[in-house]
């Protein structure tokens, strides 16, 4: 109920192309749907979040779409760059008393 | 501003050992919370305080504790260490009670028992 499943767990995009990382949930209690980058040597980092009253969340190049019905949300990367290169976790919550449940992450490598 | 410190950097114990992580959130947050990142499992929450109490614990043995002190800085204590125990253990803070606030990341303490 808690698990979050993140695919795939690691992804080669050429550079300029687009980047798609999915996860699935079954606690339906989540609504709160964070995306975060970690560079190695470095903690993550919150790169963008989702709550589930929209379907969709684009900031610059960082996409979010999110399905209720599903319990599926994925992150999209357009124009992929080499610096873009780093592991990607997808996190829920349920903004209670619950903290965040982590996905096992998408290493992405982007190659020229 | 600064971010959440974290040490030390790393830290080798050996089996049976105990292992003291230190943490310090950005000023002003009052949440602070310990994950462990082992290899291919991702981040596992471990504990959650606020204003120096417990919020939450994960799924982790009772070997596992820490506390939050006045000033909002945090210690997380390893007792009777295992081999598995060896990972990154990553401390966040954020501003607010509700973990939908953001949590800001330190940089984590690698763990290494021998």
């Known amino acids: 109920q808690q698990q979050v499943k993140q695919s795939p767990q690691s992804l080669i995009v050429q550079k300029g192309g687009i980047s798609i990382i999915n996860c699935a949930y079954e606690n339906t209690a989540f609504d709160y749907f964070p995306w975060y980058q970690q560079f190695p040597g470095k903690g993550p980092a919150l790169l963008i979040a989702?709550?589930?009253?929209?379907s969709e969340k684009k900031e610059g190049r960082f996409t979010i779409s999110f399905n209720k019905s599903a319990k599926q949300f994925s992150l999209h990367i357009m124009d992929s760059q080499p610096g873009d290169s780093a592991t990607y976790f997808c996190?829920?919550?349920?903004?209670?008393?619950?903290?965040?449940?982590f996905g096992k992450g998408t290493r992405l490598s982007v190659i020229a | 501003e600064a971010g959440v410190t974290q040490s030390p950097t790393h830290l080798i114990k050996t089996r049976g050992q105990q292992a003291t992580l230190r943490c310090s959130p950005i000023?002003?947050?009052?949440?602070v919370y310990w994950y462990q990142q082992a290899l291919g499992l991702g981040l596992q929450f471990l504990l959650w305080?606020?204003?120096?109490?417990?919020?939450n614990r994960g799924n982790f043995p009772p070997r596992f504790s820490g506390r939050q002190f006045p000033n909002y800085s945090s210690e997380l204590n390893v007792n009777a260490l295992e081999l598995e125990d060896s990972a990154l253990y990553l401390c966040?803070?954020?501003?607010?009670?509700?973990?939908?606030?953001?949590?800001?990341f330190g940089p984590g303490t690698r763990l290494t028992v021998l």
């Open positions: 305080y606020d204003e120096g109490e417990e919020r």
């Open positions: 000023s002003g947050h009052t949440s």
């Open positions: 989702i709550r589930p009253d929209v």
């Open positions: 966040a803070s954020s501003l607010v009670l509700l973990v939908s606030d953001t949590q800001y």
């Open positions: 996190a829920a919550s349920d903004s209670g008393n619950t903290p965040l449940v």
